[in-house]
DNA sequence: ATGAAAGCGCTAACAC
DNA sequence: GTGTTAGCGCTTTCAT
């Protein structure tokens, strides 16, 4: 049970026989600050006795930092990638010795601004704002308050630090993932929604066509709800065309499974007779799938680190500038790629 | 960009011609306090004006209560349902006016002890430990400096509060639902691995056919590695033998996954041939599989809330009763569940 | 009805 | 080398 009362640093001063400020001296070991060796054993044992715990509270409110950075995201927790930006976030602060105080606003944008409020009360050094997917948005006043960076996001103003991944370069890997295994007629099931993605990635994919002197078809485009249902919509009307193509890139492992769907209904299989390349790397969805998914991996901890990163350089060296940064998306090859089939009619 | 130095209590006395006592008084709408309404309007006026927002570190040295609740996981955070366990210790510890502190120690136990240390230096008012899945445990040594629950997980001890979802009753239903459906032979392609679950889903399975007066058949029961492709082996073997079963309770919502997948190969059809019901309710994947898998939902976001609950408990009234709490598992009905199919041979 | 002052646990000038 | 002291921003007796 314990719960006693905490041993304070007035404890291990007297018990140490010193004064506070010897203590505080010899725990922060102060630079510049020269206590003889004995005093320091000393100060140690007795900390060490009283299992002595600072109180992290009393020195924030001494110092004004209270090695604490606070998460808002609009309802980034409900997703599974939500996990690996934390985790970036979390390793971060953790190697800089802060701790990440827990927040999410669910959407609501008023609830937004009273979390942000609950965060500056708290004194939290740095706000990272983070969002489900790639967005761009208008963030709560209250970051203003206080160093922050965006993180999946963008702000509509640009006067805030943001770290997104390069949605357009991973589409166009992907795309050309494909090409180089032989592909020339590559279907596109892209993602219906009006976000930064869609457009991004359908760049990327015209860019490899470019690269590789392939005409872009504008049929070989479709958009659907990025949900497995979408994908097997898409993929079902792009291959039951006539010159089907012999390969399609998904805009997600979601639309992608449901691609799968359809080869299976149409009883065309994988990467025999199409081959398949996803975008986003859901681990569980692309590595369950038969046979396992090629897919693009959406740099989540990378981000995290990367915003964590930026924040601590405006809190320590008050550096305000903002910067924009495009984290890359590495491929995670499996096994949905394959050469085109021998032409068939 | 502010950031110009935070008002405080005492800028606002100056501005509204107060003392800062009564700025507490009427801010924090302090009972038995009776302060004038022209000086409270003032008083709110001044905060207003300022933008105050209290100091939560200063208010927490002084109250001994920093409004804040530790949240420590072995290694939670990359799993989807860390999400939902998450979310209900968030908005239960929202309603009490706490925010919180997120660590986790990727399953190292020293690093455990680090990050409990570092909650209480930060002064929680409590600790939430999880764990990835129902486990048996023993909880770093630091749990006992300050109120603490278990969130999915149970101390060997017995002596820390708690709370697991019920594994056995889950299973139970789930058995139930293919029984109630007329299937008598039931397959179950459970987890190979030693944990509660196993065991007690194990139990669950057999006292529902206990319940319908099934005779127990060893062989109907497989174990394998809780993946996709676990589930297919266990699955494979099943609906192979002769005399295969009708129905399939799979242990997990991948391994179900999995089961698919064999019916697949083995040209078996959902729910038509071969009924399955799973359990996690693993959304994404339930809800892509087609049909759409019928299965047990674990009641994370209810586990994190009852957490918090208790724990607050503990805090607020110093009860200091440990409690076990056991929550429910409801069935998810979706397409994967049919009457048998007639007689064949 | 309002205010002065002590003190939560700590750091950082500034003595000695 | 080591200790005294003044706060950080707040709540809370206790006076008035």
Known sequence: MAQTTR???KDVAERSGTSITTVSHVLNEVPGKRVSAETRQRVRRAAQDLGYRPNQLAKGLRTQRSQTIGFISDHVLTTPFASRMIAGVQHAAAEAGSLVLLVNSEGDPELGDAQVDALLERQVDGIVYATVYHKLITPPAGLRQAPAVLLDARSTSGTISSVVPDEQAGARA???????AGHRRIGFVNNEEDIPAQLLRLAGYQDAL???DVAIEPSLE?????AAYGGYAGALRLLQSDDRPTALFCATDWMAMGAYQACQDLELRIPDDVSIVGFDDHELVAGSLRPGLTTMA???YGMGHWAVLALLRQIDNGDSTVQHAVLACPIVRRASVGPPPPCRF
Chains 1, 2 share one sequence.
């Open 7 to 9: 041993a304070t640093i």
């Open 210 to 212: 470019a690269a590789y």
């Open 174 to 180: 992907a795309t050309e993932e494909l090409l180089a």
């Open 298 to 300: 959406l740099p989540h």
């Open 222 to 226: 479709v958009r659907e709800y990025p």
